[in-house]
């Protein structure tokens, strides 16, 4: 048992002997509400109120591939549900509200649903990138193919194939993102690079060269394919016109991550949390190490390192957190002023935020501590 | 009076959330320092538990406060065949004032003395020492159990033994504390050759250690001081009472005034270990103060001078007495 089970135990008692007796301890926001009892989790996510955690078994091997697994835990007090195992290290997931798509290293698809329902498919090579929208999942594979699989059944849709990258580096290969209605694909060979935007039939509605593969997955919200191309650009998503480029982010490399509302992208950076209102590209606020060291009286900004490795928008839209190596969590109002702020809680990953609830990776497991 | 019975209930309950206050700022601030945690939140007792607490702290105090009080002089019941002449005036005087006759017990003491004990007058018991006994003639003598009848009647042993429930607690708190404090240093002694991981450790947990119980001794201490000087006030307030009660009984003021005298002189005659097997709470029940300075080699927590004595001055209350001869009872 860890410290951190050990420590959920004694909370646990201690909370329902006092709420029987009549006293005990009241938590507050950044409070352990519980923790999973098993570790080597690391990629979690929200789906239908039900939390799933993508792992592997390193010692468990099967035809020279690891186990890997999904297990599924309850958000009440993260008791586990069910675990699905298969063959391989997962390479990429998605998600589309109702199951989890996990693409693995041995070149299968694999589909759970919050029920414990899941389904199996093989594709020709190991899988790069997974996307889900509209009842479908999309896979990019390394063999530098498209396909696309009925969410529900698992029955394959339509398949394209692309350039094959000859580029080892894994930034060619084929990363798709979907949404809306349709599918963004980011490819690139040594000699030219693309993004391609498909509608859910397989047809393709417009393409667009570019100078480099992109950084990170396309994303399309709304009527717009957003994708981090030197700077961050917003396209016409039936179209593909341009509408705005951001030229204050260079390079993004951290997700993007929506508002409830769609009005707001937030992009994480080492240095800084950045707000860009999503009608015109215009930043609406960023957090950095400047602002950082202000709140740290007798600090410069050169000798601070905001070290942000993940933002989570709030489900009612009001807020967002924003999860740092070195100082802490973070919750801001959308206009960007500082909410809530943590110090203790310095985590890896920052996975949800419920109504409620705050689900992160611990030493060893998830866990979810009160809002 | 009222004013102090209602703090008799009120001060246990200031004394739990008193700690609960401090164990949500210091007691959390001390955590973080020793641990990971975030203890955003905070601790809680429902009102109604306090109050249940209280209540049932009282009436731990009243089942069986008298039989350790009894217990603690090693007073020993007697009855009509063992004295017949001490019953048969209890009883008589008793009925005067339409008590049901009180148990009697005697404590072997040379230290004169007598008070009472139960929480009603169905369930009192009277203790008389062997040393009051011997001290003072009949007249004296009804006079004497006139004014512990007078406290019966007053249910004094009741009210003074809720007011001494608190002090007891936050004394025994505190000195369990102040030891824990002397014993910090001793403690850590052995532990020289450690390295710096350790080292840091153990300062933490004695930083820790020595908070926690400095800021426990000194609520501790305040409750304690808080509830002793209301517990000398209202034993002090009861005895003139009990002195007015003891002369409408026997309509002899003069020899409750006697009596006094010759217990004031007496006592100080007493043997250290007589008065202090009646020392500890029973003496704000007495009918003459035990006067601490009488004890020659007694350290104490805190100098008892600075407290109201549980009597009011045996001269005063002579004076009074004798103006009752005089002017008749007022």
């Not at chain 1, 973070?330 to 943590?342: C, I, K, S, V």
């Not at chain 2, 840091?200 to 001081?225: D, K, M, P, Q």
């Not at chain 2, 202090?276 to 020659?296: C, H, M, N, S, V």
Request: contains cysteine; hydrophobic residues 45%; proline residues 5%.
């Amino acid at each position: 048992m860890t410290e951190y089970s050990r420590r959920t135990v004694l909370t646990g008692l201690t909370g329902a002997v006092g709420s029987l007796a009549g006293c005990g301890y009241r938590p507050g926001p950044g409070d352990k509400k519980w923790e999973t009892a098993d570790d080597g989790g690391r990629l979690v996510t929200l789906i239908d109120g039900t939390l799933f955690e993508v792992t592997f078994d390193a010692t468990r091997v099967v035809d020279d591939y690891p186990v890997g697994a999904v297990a599924r835990y309850t958000l009440a007090d993260g008791t586990r549900l069910g675990r699905f195992e298969f063959k391989g290290v997962a390479t990429d997931w998605a998600s589309d509200g109702a199951h989890l798509y996990v693409g693995t290293e041995a070149s299968h698809v694999v589909a759970v649903a919050g029920d414990g329902r899941a389904w199996t498919e093989t594709v020709d090579h190991p899988v790069a990138s997974v996307a889900a929208a509209d009842g479908h999942v999309y896979v990019g594979t390394d063999g530098g193919r498209i396909v696309a699989f009925d969410g529900e059944s698992g029955a394959e849709r339509w398949s394209k194939s692309l350039p094959v990258p000859t580029d080892p580096s894994k930034s060619d290969l084929p990363t798709v993102g979907a949404g809306h209605g349709s599918l963004a694909v980011d490819w690139g060979t040594s000699e030219e690079s693309q993004l391609d935007v498909y509608a859910p039939d397989g047809s393709v509605l417009w393409d667009q060269p570019l100078q480099r593969s992109l950084n990170g997955r396309p994303h399309v919200r709304g009527d717009t394919v957003y994708a981090r191309s030197e700077f961050l650009r917003a396209f016409n998503r039936d179209s593909g016109a341009p509408r705005w480029v951001n030229r204050g982010t260079t390079i993004p490399d951290g997700p993007l991550r929506f508002s409830r509302d769609g009005e707001i992208v937030y992009i994480p950076e080492r240095h800084a949390l950045i707000a860009i209102a999503t009608a015109d590209g215009e930043e609406l606020w960023r957090f950095n190490d400047e602002r950082l060291a202000a709140m740290e009286r007798g600090r410069s900004e050169f000798e601070i390192d905001l070290g942000a490795t993940g933002a989570v928008p709030a489900p009612d839209g009001a807020s967002v957190f924003l999860n740092t190596k070195h100082h802490g969590l973070f919750q801001f109002g959308t206009d960007g002023t500082l909410r809530w702020h943590e110090p203790r809680l310095d985590f890896s990953f920052l996975y949800a935020v419920t109504e409620d609830i705050i689900v992160h990776s611990g030493t060893e497991a998830i866990v979810a501590r009160y809002r | 009076m009222a004013t102090a019975v209602v703090l008799v209930g009120l001060l246990p309950v200031g004394f739990v959330y008193a700690g609960l206050t401090l164990v949500n700022t210091a007691g959390i601030w001390l955590a973080k320092l020793a641990t990971d945690w975030v203890l955003a939140g905070g601790f809680y007792i429902e009102p109604w538990l306090v109050a249940g607490g209280v209540v049932v702290g009282f009436a731990a105090q009243l089942a069986v406060g008298d039989t350790i009080a009894l217990r603690a002089l090693d007073a020993r019941p007697v009855g009509p065949d063992d004295e017949p002449g001490l019953v048969e005036n209890v009883t008589r005087l008793a009925q005067s004032v339409n008590l049901p006759a009180p148990a009697v017990a005697i404590a072997d003491s040379d230290a004169p003395n007598a008070f009472t004990v139960g929480r009603s007058p169905d369930s009192a018991t009277l203790v008389l020492t062997t040393g009051l006994l011997d001290a003072l003639d009949d007249d004296e003598r009804d006079a004497v159990i006139a004014h512990e009848l007078a406290h019966i009647k007053n249910r004094d042993a009741t009210v003074m033994s809720l007011s001494y429930v608190l002090p007891t607690l936050t004394y025994s708190l505190a000195a369990s504390t102040l030891g824990l404090l002397q014993a910090i240093p001793g403690a850590f002694t052995g532990f020289r050759h450690t390295d710096s991981d350790s080292a840091r450790g153990l300062l933490l947990g004695t930083f820790i250690l020595t908070v926690s119980a400095l800021l426990t001794l000194a609520v501790s201490a305040v409750f304690w001081l808080a509830s002793f000087t209301l517990f000398r006030v209202l034993s002090r307030y009861r005895e003139y009472a009990a002195d007015r009660g003891a002369v409408a009984i026997t309509g002899d003021p003069a020899a409750l005034a006697s009596a006094l005298a010759t217990i004031d002189d007496e006592m100080a005659a007493a043997p250290d270990h007589d008065l202090r097997a009646q020392d500890g709470g029973l003496d704000a029940l007495y009918i003459a103060p035990i006067d601490e300075t009488q004890f020659k080699d007694a350290p104490d927590f805190v100098a008892n001078d600075v407290f109201p004595q549980t009597h009011p001055p045996t001269e005063a209350r002579i004076e009074r007495l004798e103006a009752m001869a005089t002017e008749g009872p007022t």
